[in-house]
């Protein structure tokens, strides 16, 4: 008997993963079960619940408004019907507080949950089952079972309406997108360098200066120079605190909690536009436009006891507006350098005893903590507040990698993971051929969805700090609404799940499976959508002195067709089925097939060089940076030559010299080294001031082979060089470079800090 079952539930199992596919809900619940049949909304359906629980009639509202949009159908309440959807507020320990219990027959769907919020997320899973827009099909719901409940706590996406500024409706449309997925916070970042955007009663010239610039939406952001005098600020806007507490209540509805950005002690040119006084230099300006500000005032005066009375009154307002719990009061990328030549801030200093301008910024953001804390309410910031000593209190916000956050938690405090890889959607997800213009980087579909938010740094105990992760999406290169959708969809949707579904319920193919019907719904509504990133993976394995490349695609039933010749892939070429060896020095161009059709913009290309290093282990003397890793310890010497893309062929360090050494293996004759370098003048990226080049024996004892200066125009915009030392043949084991790093020129942003050095490849022959 047992043996026929079981033969019964294998021919079954096909039948039910097709089942269950056809359930396309995301993020993936904890629990689904789907049965036959299905219930069907129409004139004979009510809703039913405890009219006394006014809560359950805004949840019940909610969703007699989704559905009205997409049929004829008013759903009445309380009315004996042949059907009923009934909504129950029970005590369910299981569930959590935003947990909900789904039960769904041919005659009723019972939905149960604790509170309104589990209700109303329980009605997004059935939403996401019936038609995305008005249509005469049948508002059909398969029968089935769910149980569910969120992960982590924080489910983010942020919108910053400062560099470019988006009005109540997009900011609305943001929200229900958000919603639909069961994303419950939107950072808004309301204030910055370039438009400060909310109302302020006390203060009038925040939004009649500091909320208009100088059109130049027809530059590409990093090509704007600084408005000038006599030039007219006509572009911008500002949301009046009515437009905010309609946003607010429209958000709420949707289990959407807003979290307020009012940025401090940086990134204020607006404000100080508005208010000079507020800076230390005090002069009047005009409001930023984009591009390099280095001789404009962007930070509050830390000395100054009228910068704290304003920042008070602001959030007073700020506070009396929002409901939510935290609010973020910035505290990235301070320049720190105007408080070390003002009286003011170093009459501060000494004080206060502060050491230096670190101790001088900790000050500045444990005094708001005080303060907002004197309110009720919770302060968080960006992982920059760690500098100089962490606030009591506070939630840090993990952009620059995962560090600040590890450090935080392991400090226990309360942490959300926001690394800029992968979680900055103003990063390419395609291309970056034939993809709108972006800031730069690559986070693809498939990156976000693999994301981790806890660090493996962290012990189980630590790891309850990390309250989830958030995605962040800087509009400098976004100006529309359709390029806001195109940059958040369908990247918000593979984060949600990230934070919503538990690691053993992810699973890549599934979810690419589910998400062909987000695809056609976007489509229904007329949303713009990224449909995948096409570009072939090329990734190079270096070990032993071989080198083979897997090639890979993230698109759904995606075939890949390759050349080394450097001709264009098509259905002729040869297709891929297993890592290709490579042997010589080639060009590798790949393309992604679907359905008969090569698709994308242009194939992935990589140029290919074979010498005598290829797959040999390299030690650093300095670490690379965790930004920067490019393929791994062995980038160097994997044969791949980098381009002008950042991040992806190219090691990064910042602070110290790249310091490498390769051991061959064995004793090999050599008579050339070069080392390929990148220079991004913009990036802070420059290349370096000398390289080295030494060989040993036994790798205890060096030889200087040579140093070479840079030999290329340090205020290059861009520039790629290979530093190569030529010499009589000689025996080597051991080679050791080191590149130095340049100092920023004067007239960079930078002038006199330390550039990066940006390494591919070390080529010896």
């Known amino acids: ?38 219930f069907i909304i129409d004139e004979n359906t009510s809703i039913q619940f405890n009219s006394k629980q006014t809560e359950l009639k805004e949840a019940a509202d909610f969703f007699a408004t989704a559905v009205r949009t997409i049929s004829a159908y008013d759903l009445p309440y309380q009315l004996k019907k042949a059907k009923t959807i009934e909504l129950k507020l029970e005590d369910i320990a299981s569930i959590g507080t935003e947990g909900y219990l789904l039960d769904v027959t041919p005659a009723k769907i019972s939905l149960r949950a604790n509170t309104k919020t589990g209700i109303v997320y329980g009605m997004q899973s059935l939403l996401q089952l019936l038609p995305a827009i008005r249509t005469n099909a049948a508002l059909e719901i398969p029968c089935l079972s769910i149980t569910d409940y969120p992960r982590f706590k924080w489910r983010g996406m942020h919108l910053d309406v400062s560099r470019h500024f988006f009005g109540p409706e997009v900011v609305k449309e943001y929200i229900d997108l958000m919603a639909s997925y069961k994303l419950n916070t939107f950072h808004w970042h309301l204030v910055d360098d370039q438009g400060w955007r909310i109302e302020i009663k006390k203060y009038p010239k925040l939004t009649e200066v500091g909320a208009w610039r100088v059109d130049q939406n027809h530059l590409v952001w990093s090509d704007r120079p600084q408005a000038k005098a006599g030039e007219e600020p006509t572009y911008g806007g500002y949301y009046t605190q009515e437009q905010i507490k309609e946003i607010i209540q429209y958000a709420t509805a949707r289990n959407v909690t807003i979290v307020p950005e009012i940025e401090m002690p940086g990134h204020v040119a607006s404000a100080i536009a508005s208010y000079p006084e507020l800076s230390c230099t005090q002069k009047p300006q005009l409001p930023l436009t984009g591009g390099d500000y280095s001789n404009m005032a962007s930070n509050y005066c830390a000395g100054n006891e009228e910068v704290f009375h304003f920042l008070e009154d602001v959030l007073t307002e700020v506070i009396d507006l929002f409901p939510s719990t935290y609010i973020h009061i910035g505290g990235d990328e301070v320049n720190k350098d105007p408080w070390k030549t003002c009286e003011l801030c170093q009459a501060r200093m000494k004080k206060e005893n502060l050491k230096d301008e670190n101790e001088l910024q900790s000050y500045f953001i444990t005094r708001m903590e005080k303060f907002i804390i004197s309110k009720g309410r919770k302060m968080i910031g960006w992982d920059e507040i760690l500098e100089g000593g962490l606030a009591p209190e506070a939630t840090v916000m993990s952009w620059r990698g995962e560090a600040g956050g ?30 709108p213009v972006a800031i730069g980087g690559f986070n693809t579909l498939k990156k976000v969805y693999a994301y981790e938010p806890i660090p493996e740094e962290l012990t189980a105990e630590e790891a309850h700090f990390v309250l989830g992760a958030q995605a962040n999406v800087w509009t400098e290169y976004i100006t529309t609404a359709e390029h806001l959708e195109y940059m958040v969809l369908p990247r918000m949707v593979a984060l949600a799940e990230v934070v919503w579904t538990s690691k053993e319920n992810k699973d890549w193919d599934s979810f690419n499976v589910r998400l062909q019907n987000q695809f056609r719904a976007y489509e229904q509504k007329g949303l713009h959508y990224c449909p995948g990133n096409y570009t072939v993976n090329i990734k190079p394995n270096s070990e032993n002195g071989k080198l083979k490349v897997e ?171 290979d530093f190569k030392t030529e010499f009589a043949a000689q ?26 050095v940006f390494a591919d490849e070390i080529v010896v022959n």
């Not at 942490?415 to 993809?435: R, S």
């Not at 010498?611 to 030690?619: F, T």
């Not at 940076?625 to 010497?637: E, F, I, M, R, V």
């Not at 080597?732 to 790093?741: D, W």
């Open 551 to 721: 090639l890979s695609t993230e698109i759904l039933n995606g075939e890949i067709y390759y050349t080394l010749d450097g001709s264009e892939p098509t259905l002729q070429s040869e297709k891929y089925t297993t890592p290709i060896e490579i042997n010589s020095s080639v060009v590798l161009k790949a393309s992604t097939v679907l359905n008969g059709e090569v698709k994308g913009f242009k194939p992935a290309e990589q140029n290919f060089v074979m010498h005598q290093a290829i797959g040999q282990a390299v030690e650093y003397a300095n670490l690379v940076s965790p930004y920067y890793q490019a393929d791994g310890p062995n980038t160097l010497t994997d044969g791949v030559r980098g381009t002008e893309a950042v991040g992806k062929f190219w090691h990064g360090f910042s602070d110290k010299s790249l310091i490498a050494t390769i051991d061959l293996g064995e004793t090999k004759t050599i008579q050339s080294i070069a080392l390929g370098c990148l220079q991004k003048y913009r990036d802070w990226i420059l290349l370096p001031e000398s390289v080295t080049f030494e060989v040993s024996a036994d790798g205890k004892s060096f030889t200087e082979i040579e140093t070479l200066k840079n030999p290329v125009d340090i205020n290059a915009p861009v520039a790629i060089h």
């Open 1 to 38: 008997m047992k043996k026929q079952v079981l033969i019964l539930l294998i021919l079954l199992c096909p039948f039910l993963l097709v089942a269950r596919q056809n359930v396309s809900i995301i993020p993936q619940p904890v629990s689904l079960e789907v049965h036959s049949e299905s």
């Open 406 to 435: 590890i450090e935080a938690a392991k400090m226990k405090h309360d942490v959300v993971m926001t690394p800029g890889n992968p979680c900055y959607f103003d990063h390419y997800q395609a291309g970056p051929e034939g993809e």
């Open 731 to 756: 025996k080597a084991r051991y080679i050791r470079v080191t590149a130095k790093n340049n100092v920023c020129p004067p007239g960079h942003n930078g002038a006199g800090k330390t550039a990066w």
